[in-house]
């Protein structure tokens, strides 16, 4: 009761926090996205390299979030970001890059290799044999590590709240500072909802993106 | 034409270096089908690997159409060559269409040009295109697929095709009625083919010439019937296995073998005493009855014997009657099974064209056996 008591009263500042959340989390993706997704198929190429590169962007995955956003702070404070937007979506990048990498790779390397013999022995170039049938045949499998990604990136974002990143953290933070049990609450399911849509969303967009002759 | 000059293929280096093939020397002439045949391991996979580049040649050349692939561009020169595999490799995720289209598409050719080849390759291997043009492969079965896969292999219309034990993956039953047809397309397309296989009918069925392969060495390269006849040495024969002459026989066909011009055959109009006579004076088996040329059936002394009227009153039906592009292995059966020595043979047009009996079948062996000991 005192939850909804709680949104009635502060409506617009939860749908300011939930809009930023979004978009530090989109913003995230879409950055890490453009990143991850050519790192994924470039070290498809080079055995040795793969292992670098997963390797590391593992070691980024256990290091805890409230640490990174510490370990970051004087080093960005140098351009005087210390604080703010910018650490927040450089952790939320750097910790999407691992599902995103990781899957790019696996579903490239996963296509059959009868398929990659039959286009090269037709006399596909390796951008064509990229462009025509490994991406599509690796979309479902990068959008899953995309929807991990974005799922695991908003929890972390309410971390962000601590940095000054804003987003639905500020409710938590702010509801425990203060002992507002209500306000915690708004934050927390607000995120959870969030998560919760934006993983039904993605798992709409792999359907869609699915090509239609490789769908069970 | 394919020329081998000299091909070798070391794979790896010292201690573990692999030589795959070993100074292979031969050519594949324009218009015909060589089948490369040998067991797993004999470096055949690797030979036409080297064909399109997809491996290296280490030492040696290999020249197509009189130019050596190596001062090609890979693409052309592969955008050149039709390619089949066993595990036929169609992209799963384009239509069959698309599939057919990839190279055409790659050549730049026009939108509607394209349509039209694909509707046509659909037709020629036997896929109506209003049915399958907008499938997907996985609704296909494994012959409707490899279907697709040789359409695709054929869609820019090369001079060449290297096939890599395209017909392997798929069941015994479709397996043969695709070669058929394939023989038959081939038969108007003449193509110039390098065709993998461990399948020694299915090289027998298929092949102009037949290289055989043992350890990365070429160990013969014939002719079907004279590596039947006459292989080169034990493994060959071992390879080609104890039935070969009976392999010959689902070779040759009844119009090598027939006799076109039998003597013991009557008009049906002829008096059975006369017949007779003619049988007995000649020491014929049987009669063959004949009316304007059509085959009435057969006479032997059993039937004649003390019978008045004219021969067509007493001709008893042939069981079978046989084809000139028939195998012998065929004529060869339908006697064991009807137990009669001679078949007439009939032309498209039901006419009488002569007959194939045992004893010609054997002299048409023994004179294929005898002409490879002369050479």
């Known amino acids: ?216 | 034409m394919i020329e081998y000059d000299s091909v070798t293929k070391i794979f790896g280096a010292g201690k573990t270096a692999v030589t795959a093939t070993d100074g292979v020397n031969f050519t594949i002439e324009e218009g015909e089908t060589a089948v490369f045949l040998g067991p797993s391991g004999c470096g055949k996979t690797t030979l036409l690997r080297m064909t399109n580049r997809l491996e290296s040649v280490t030492r040696g050349s290999i020249r197509v159409q009189g130019r050596d692939i190596m001062e090609m561009n890979v693409q052309q020169l592969r955008l050149g060559m039709g390619y089949v595999i066993q595990q036929i490799g169609l992209f799963p995720n384009k239509t069959i269409a698309g599939n057919i289209a990839v190279v055409p598409r790659m050549l730049k050719w026009d939108k509607r040009r394209i349509e039209e080849r694909t509707d046509e390759l659909l037709r020629i291997v036997k896929l109506d295109p209003e049915i399958y043009r907008d499938r997907y492969p996985v609704e296909l079965s494994g012959g409707q697929q490899q279907r697709v896969g040789v359409a695709r292999a054929l869609a820019a219309d090369p001079d060449i095709l290297l096939m890599d034990e395209p017909f392997g993956a798929i069941d015994p039953i479709n397996r043969h009625q695709i070669q058929d047809e394939f023989l038959k397309l081939q038969g108007q397309l003449k193509k110039t083919i390098a065709f993998v296989s461990h399948d020694i009918h299915e090289a027998i069925k298929m092949a102009d010439k037949i290289a055989i392969f043992k350890d990365g060495k070429l160990v013969q390269y014939d002719t079907p019937e004279i590596i039947l006849m006459r292989p080169a040495n034990k493994f060959v024969s071992d390879f080609v296995g104890a039935d070969r002459a009976l392999k010959v026989l689902g070779l040759l066909r009844v119009r090598d073998a027939m006799n076109r011009e039998p003597r013991n055959v009557v008009q049906s109009d002829v008096m059975a005493e006369e017949a007779l006579r003619f049988l007995e004076g000649n020491n014929f088996r049987n009669l063959i009855v004949l009316r304007e040329n059509r085959v009435l059936g057969f006479v032997t002394r059993r039937h004649l014997k003390y019978e008045q009227g004219k021969v067509e009153d007493f001709a008893e039906k042939f069981p079978e009657e046989l084809a000139p592009r028939e195998p012998l292995r065929d004529a060869l059966s339908a006697m064991l099974m009807h137990d009669l020595m001679s078949f007439p043979v009939l032309d498209d047009n039901g006419a009488f064209a002569g007959t194939i009996s045992y004893r010609y079948i054997q002299r048409s062996i023994l004179e294929l056996y005898s002409e490879s000991q002369d050479d």
């Not at chain 1, 530090?24 to 190429?45: H, N």
């Not at chain 1, 080093?75 to 990498?101: R, T």
């Not at chain 1, 899957?103 to 290799?113: G, H």
């Open chain 1, 1 to 216: 009761m005192n939850l909804l008591i709680f949104l009635q009263d502060n409506l617009s500042t939860a749908l300011f926090l939930t809009w930023e959340h979004l978009w530090m989390v989109g913003l995230s993706l879409f950055i890490a996205i453009i990143t991850g997704v050519p790192i994924g198929i470039l070290i498809t190429k080079n055995r040795q390299l793969a292992q670098k590169v997963i390797g590391g962007a593992n070691v980024i995955m256990t290091i805890p979030s409230i640490a990174l956003f510490g370990l970051m702070l004087p080093l960005l404070a140098v351009f005087g970001h210390g604080l703010g937007k910018v650490p927040a979506i450089i952790a939320l990048v750097l910790y999407s890059e691992l599902p995103i990498i990781r899957n790019t790779f696996i579903a490239i390397k996963n296509v059959d290799p009868a398929m990659v013999d039959a286009g090269r022995g037709m006399g596909m170039t390796k951008w064509q044999l990229l462009r025509e049938v490994e991406i599509p045949l690796a979309i479902p499998v990068i959008i899953a590590g995309l929807r991990t990604a974005a799922v695991m990136i908003i929890g972390i974002a309410a971390i962000a709240a601590y940095v000054g990143a804003g987003g639905l953290g500020v409710f938590i933070q702010q509801g425990i500072a203060r002992s507002h049990e209500s306000m915690v609450l708004a934050g927390a399911l607000g995120v959870s909802l969030l998560a919760v849509v934006v993983d039904l969303f993605m798992g709409f967009l792999e359907r869609r993106l699915t090509p239609k002759g490789v769908k069970a």
